[in-house]
């Protein structure tokens, strides 16, 4: 019997199976497309945006450097001045409904802990390059892929989960499906999907036309909708506002995409060869719990939306992030009691807060007697200083979840910290385990801390900036789970590792395979 099965072999589902692997958990991955490549997952139309908080939880486990070699990105831009100890300005910001903002309106102060680090900045990539380096980075960790193996039945009892694919049955103690928008394990398994139903049909294509030039680069708001022309080379997006009628079992003909890509453009361009194009709707859903009993869900499987502004993959990464860890606690017996359930209560309000984004984006979208009045309206409003830091904050990826603490950076991504000797915050969470870090080098929270030996390290040192705190406590997935700014308070100390790690007295199994950072974590 596996651990884990995981129905999905795109990204979200090969890092999950990385962070169950690197917790000591046996995985499976079954992914129902045989071929590993498709066109669809290559630029352009592969094309996906990574948010700083993507890279930053590539980079808490060394991938951050092999996923920016793959996409073709400049590391450059991607990092920060190595020699400073004050976070930088941004120098990117989403758009919003294809409205571009400047990134120099960014209000710094209102982001006090940020500090620099190798992520700073989000970049561009493809499905293709972030699949390629997690798979070879799952299969070095021991974990098995199936292809052509399309999941066709789940059930599951107190104990087990039995999941049918390619008339194969597996057993697995837990099953988390990562199989995209249509998913079958949330069908199979009886998640409710709620949500709003569409205003437009979308449509990506790689085209040849008469006359490219009559379409300027960028987003084009028009009476009837809008278009996107890319630097790439015959490469179209296009939203319709039917409605969301378009049948997707239909064909997407060279016809049917000419007459709507005159109608959106007003224009008489001619398309005189489709060479691969797709459909996509602005549904957006979510369902109501990411658990029922021993089935999980993760990535487009739990939420849908438009892709507009790009959150698709990042939530879905985020979800993955939440998740290894807490299920490979559980599954080795050390996770604390209700640990799985703050999954649900966690990443669920995120992503219906990416839903209403979405929503709000394509209602300013909508074609109409007052939609330029309130397009500009919107425009104006993000242009502020606080507008553009609004949209920063929404889009940045960063977590910032409500643990119930007054202290103001738990429950938030925690900054990069950087000791004097080079090793970095990010260098210590590679081996997925929580981490202490003490500014004080306070004996007594080490003897605290070795309670946990296994499940978090210790490093002690003196930091280039410490932000004013005496220590922290950070989960696996790089969320703060206590901070100190004063004398050290053992005892909130202990009940916050309790909470996230379980009684002390528990003890992890070792994990398949560490990747070791340059840290001095004493266990």
Known sequence: MRDVVIAGGGPVGLFLATELALGGCSVLGLERDVEVTSPCKALPLGLRGLSAG?????????????????????????????????????????HFAGMGLDAADIDVSAFPFRLPSPAMEGFMTSLEAVSKVLAERAIALGVDIVRGAPVTAVTQDDQSVAVTAAGQEYQARYLVGCDGGRSTVRGLAGFDFV???????????????????QLPLGFNLTPNGMYLRTPFEGHLGMMDFDGGTFDR??????????????????????????????SFTDRA????????????????????????????????????????????????????EGLLDTYTGERHPVGAAILDWSRAQVATMKPGPNAPA???????????????????????????????????????????????????????????????LDFTRDHALQRVAKSWQGRIQYATGTARNDLGFSALLIRP???????????????????????????????????????RGNNRSVG
Request: proline share 5%.
């Open 285 to 336: 859903m979510q369902v109501t719990t990411y658990r029922m009993g021993r089935v999980l869900l993760a990535g487009d499987a739990a939420h849908i939306h438009s892709p507009l502004g790009g959150q698709g993959l990042n939530l879905g990464i985020g979800d993955a992030a939440n998740l290894g860890w807490k299920l490979a606690a559980t599954v080795h017996g050390a996770a604390p």
């Open 374 to 436: 309130l397009r500009q309206l919107v425009h104006e409003l993000l242009s502020t200083k606080d507008g553009t830091t609004l949209a920063y904050r929404k889009t940045t990826g960063f977590n910032c979840y409500d643990l119930g603490s007054a202290q103001p950076l738990v429950g938030s991504t925690a900054p990069d910290f950087h000791f004097e000797d080079g090793t970095r915050l990010g260098d210590l969470l590679r081996q997925g385990r929580g981490v202490v």
């Open 54 to 94: 993507s890279a930053e939880v590539f980079y808490g486990r060394g991938l951050l450097e092999a996923v920016i070699d793959a996409s073709g990105a400049d590391a450059k831009k991607v990092g920060a001045a190595p020699d400073t100890i004050a976070a930088p300005a941004p120098r990117d910001v989403s």
């Open 477 to 515: 997935d790089g969320v703060v789970a206590w901070t100190d700014d004063q004398a050290l308070d053992l005892k909130a100390f202990r009940q916050a590792a309790c909470r996230w790690f379980g009684s002390p007295q528990k003890s992890i199994a070792a994990p398949a395979r560490e990747t």
């Open 195 to 213: 949500g709003t139903d569409p205003l437009f049909t979308g449509y990506v294509a790689c085209v040849t036309f008469t006359d490219p030039q």
């Open 249 to 278: 079992s239909h064909p997407l003909t060279r016809e049917h995409l000419q007459e709507v890509l005159r109608r959106i453009t007003n224009t008489d361009l001619t398309l005189t060869d489709v060479h691969l194009a797709s």
